[in-house]
């Protein structure tokens, strides 16, 4: 039998290394088939579709962080005991794959074209046999829980089978057409691309205008380039342009039909610099006056704008550009010169004809080929589409009437907005790598159109469309196409529609939107009941992650030196949703020390345990053993309630808290003096080892390493045959709300609020730490909870038991002493020959401006509308008991000011 201790040391080391833990751990859990739902269960399951991966990538912050909330999320859930599926995959990446591909050729002097298409894609599939591993692999590293043996890739047989079961339906439906309409055009790639491939960038470039000769008829131009193209024009009107190479494309000149400037030459045509072209002017709402010279060149070919415009003005549309972006036949005397090129050589001209009026500086956004590097072209070009609106309007109804909901909801009125003005979805890629556009064309012109299951066309003549399908296309399909549709399989029945699509808020609309479109119009239902939306990994200055800036941080970095669970916590508890997260170097190495107290913790409780009798059921005998398990319940219920509300960052945190400063730093110190009597021995032992056995439950989602391996430490001696194999097994703990007591709470706070006070004196009067001190402590109606914690604030603040005095009254206050105050309890520390009475005064004050301020705040809470009525009665009432003890602080603050003859 395969178990945990296999490779584990018998005994913990003094420190936690991440690196001899992490690898064997997930082998171990990979091995057991923890990962893999149930093939039989009564309750519904909780399913997550990963974002797909490129095939050809390497991990980066935006995959931990994701795979840090899905895997948080996956645990949790699976913890619950519900079935639980977090379904892995990669996408094949059209573009990325098959750039890296060209280069290989490269490399060995040959082309693709050279080689062609076959031997290409035969060549593609081999390296993506060899190198597709390394990113399944690099999320392991991070601890992803997925089922593995559910791995997905969007050109598998399935999937493909998908694919085409899809674009057939939609043809069918009239949802899918071929036609012209305006794409972004890369260069270098020679294909159309997604919005999300083109990043856009701020760039200083030039704002030429230029002159345009008004036809007439006694008015004919010469020849171009000779200087004198335009003698004997009469009337102009001037046009302002960043892109003059496109003027040979031009259809029209537009003007705002309200600009008092041009209103008179609505109608007229002028003469197009370099080609002679008659083009109308028109008017039309899109020309701004207050924009350049008010008058605009309308190249519907060439810009999405002028497109629309042509649209409404049948203008004509002319391509004066070709794939590679040199100019065409249609460009006249520039035809076969670079686009740049031509602009150089058509400005030399426009200034040699007298046409070109000036130049002025500007600044605009320009739109890179993310992965061509080049300015993208915005080009009129015959591509396949998708009609997007009935699909907008399915997943719009999906939203607006609650059958899916967004975290966070801000981020509803952006889908909206982008789904109200979506316009037709260009699909076809002109690669070679992806899912082969499924339509083939007859030598009469016919397309033909087959059905998933149809064999592909044959016959003289008969060839199939070159184009391969958009990559998003295939992604779109990806929440049910990797469980088996368009079939009725047995996971489509158990696991679809699934639960939370959890990504970056920045593919909101060019993927999580077209999920919903495919999965409500394919398969009837809404993909996922949730979107979870993550924000960006920036620097720790919140500079964007990148190469230029040389500030890009690599996850197995930082896993190789704090561990894996290191990253995973600092990502899961520094952001909310939707709200980038600055990675900050610091934080990473502060979680680093929370596993490493972690570790420490488990070690001393390890050495508190009696081997031969496991702790039973905490009965709590102290007032510390009720504080910390209510402090433990309260925990369970607040991390609950956060982690239901998607809130994983304060639910992270709250446990961090719990453990260190609260389980660490004061129950562990109070068991150590408890232990020291035999009576509390055996409580404090099922005290400690309950709560932190359950402490470990709580935080495994998000550290799963170092709390699978100290809990298998801490379980192993009392293992049962119903003891899980693993935690990721166990139960999620859940709260016991009549372990819960605010008054212990509010008990403890004050013997901790009372040894936290001492020994911030004794730092302040620089005590050292050894020297016992004595203390006379004023504690009233307080006197019987205070005696009765004598011990444990006579070790914990260094008090010399028998120069402690405990009493409900005193006569008179001793000369000389530092005071704290506490409500209505009083310490005074006679440090003989350390007081110092302006220091001894100055901190009162402070201590009383800190207890006006809580007043205020208090009070101001507790005024605010509506606070009183809404809250619940609890919240009410603590805000209203914590108002009164810090006015009775302030006026025993005020009294022993007064006692040293200061007012205030």
Known sequence: MDTPDMQRPPEMAKAYEAQRVEQRLYAWWERSG????????????FVISMPPPNVTGELHMGHAMFVTIEDVLTRWHRMLGDPTLWLPGTDHAGIATQLQVERLLQSEGVTRQQIGREAFLRRTWEWKEKYGGEITRQLRRLGASCDWTRERF????????????????LYDDGLI????????????????????????????????????????????????????????????????????????????????????????????????????????????????????????KITPAHDPNDYLVGQRHNLPMINIMNPDATLNAEAGPYAGLDRFEARRRLLDDLAREGLLVEARPHRMSVGISQRGGEVVEPLLSEQWFVRARPLADLALAAVREGRTCIVPERFEKVFFHWLENIQDWCISRQLWWGHRIPVWYTPDGQMIVPGPDDPDPQGEGIVQDPDVLDTWFSSALWPFSTLGWPDDTPDMRRFYPTSVMETGYDILFFWVARMMMMGCYLTGETPFHTVYLHGLVRDKDGRKMSKTYGNVVNPLDVIEQHGADALRFTLATSSSPGQDL??????????????????????????????????????????????????????VADVDRLMRSYNFGEAGRSIQEFLWSEFADWYVEVAKVQFEQDALQESTRAVLYATLEGALRLLHPFMPFVTEETWQYLVRTYRTDATPASIMIAPYPQPDSTRIDEGIEREWALVQALITGIRNIRTEYKV????????????????????????????????????????????????????LVIGSVEAYLPLAGMIDLEAERARLLKDLEAALAEAARREARLATPGFVEKAPAAVVQRERDGLAAVRETIARLQDRLAQQGFHP
């Not at 923890?34 to 399951?45: C, H, I, L």
């Not at 016992?772 to 604030?793: D, F, H, K, M, S």
């Not at 914990?796 to 120069?803: G, M």
């Open 34 to 45: 923890f990962f893999t739902p149930p093939e039989t269960f009564d309750r519904p399951p």
């Open 154 to 169: 969007t050109l598998d047989p399935m999937l493909s089978r998908a694919v085409r079961a899809a674009f057939k339906r």
């Open 768 to 819: 050292e730490p050894a020297r016992l001190i004595a203390a006379t402590i004023v504690a009233g109606a307080q006197t019987p909870l205070i005696e009765a914690q004598r011990t444990v604030i006579a070790r914990l603040a260094r008090i010399a038991d028998d120069q402690l005095t405990i009493g409900a009254a005193i006569d008179q206050p001793p000369a000389n002493a530092a005071t």
């Open 582 to 635: 600055n990675l900050n170097p610091e934080r990473i190495e502060a979680a680093r020390n929370f596993a490493n107290k972690i570790w420490n913790i488990v070690r001393f409780v390890l050495s508190k345990l009696d081997a031969h009798t496991p702790p039973g059921d905490p009965q709590p005998a102290t007032l510390a053993d009720r504080w910390i398990l209510s402090r433990y319940h309260r925990l």
């Open 177 to 296: 057409y071929r036609g012209y309409r305006m794409v972004n055009w890369s260069p270098n790639l020679q294909t159309a691309v997604s919005d999300l491939e083109v990043e856009y960038e701020e760039r200083d470039v030039q704002m030429y205008h230029v002159r345009y000769p008004l036809a007439d008829d006694g008015w004919h131009p010469g020849a171009w380039g000779s200087g004198r193209w335009v003698s004997g024009a009469r009337e102009f009107i001037t046009v302002a342009t960043t892109r003059p190479e496109t003027i040979m494309g031009d259809t029209a000149v537009a003007v705002n039909p309200d600009d008092p400037r041009y209103r008179h030459l609505i109608g007229r045509t002028v003469v197009l610099p370099a080609i002679g072209r008659l083009i109308p002017i028109i008017a039309d709402e899109y020309a701004d006056p207050q924009f350049g010279t008010g008058a605009v």
